[in-house]
């Protein structure tokens, strides 16, 4: 709270760290609160409660994450989207759009994202091994992230499915980028494979705005 008494403004980034939130209602520094989780299940009447004991106002990333919320309908709120970088021109993305692919081609497939339990990369690998085995051949997969932090499980699990179906030539494992632009360039179609809902959805958003399916 001290720390929020020597500025003129507190901007809280996440409703999972409560410190602000509870601060925010015994300081007289105004605060916002920037939501960009979508809670279900018992997170919901949890962090609804604990926003709403909070003296803040609320900037929520969609109308999605907004209605997740059992908030008070007076309580200041506005829904401000997350920015997507623009592909620019028509003649500029042109280059993007897919090219003629010939049906002995595999199709070319791409999972960007966090890599997590929750965004679905072991759910697409487990799908494609389901694959009859004459379409084994037809298609190349590339995921594109990192793991949060110390949390190497989700990764160490996709690395054990790759090696048990032995796809070395046809998953490969990309860092993140903060130019996903290439990656985009090269996909024919961009799967998100989410088990959890999506705030926002940037990936299915980013794929779009480079003109893929």
Known sequence: MERMRQHDLCLINTVTVADYL??????????????????????????????????????????????????????????????VPIVASDTERA?????????????????????????????????????????????HLRIVGDVYGDDVAPRSELLEVIERNRWHDKVDLAPF?????????????????SSRPEPFGLTAVEAMAHGRA
């Open 177 to 193: 980028t903060p130019d996903p632009s290439p990656h985009y360039a090269w996909a024919q179609l961009v799967i998100v494979p």
């Open 95 to 139: 280059p993007l759009l897919p090219t003629q692919v010939r049906a002995e081609d595999p199709v070319r497939l791409l999972v960007i994202g966090r890599i997590s339990h929750r965004k679905g990369q072991r759910l697409v690998l487990e799908a494609l091994a389901r694959l009859p085995a004459h379409l084994q051949d037809r298609w």
């Open 22 to 83: 509870i601060a925010s209602r015994f300081s007289r520094t105004p605060a916002v609160v920037h939501v960009h989780e979508l809670v279900t299940g018992l997170e919901r009447p949890f962090y609804s409660v604990l926003l709403t004991f909070a003296n803040v106002a609320f900037v929520f990333i969609s109308g999605a994450v907004q209605r997740s919320f059992l908030v008070p309908p007076w309580r200041r709120a506005q829904i401000v989207h997350n920015g």
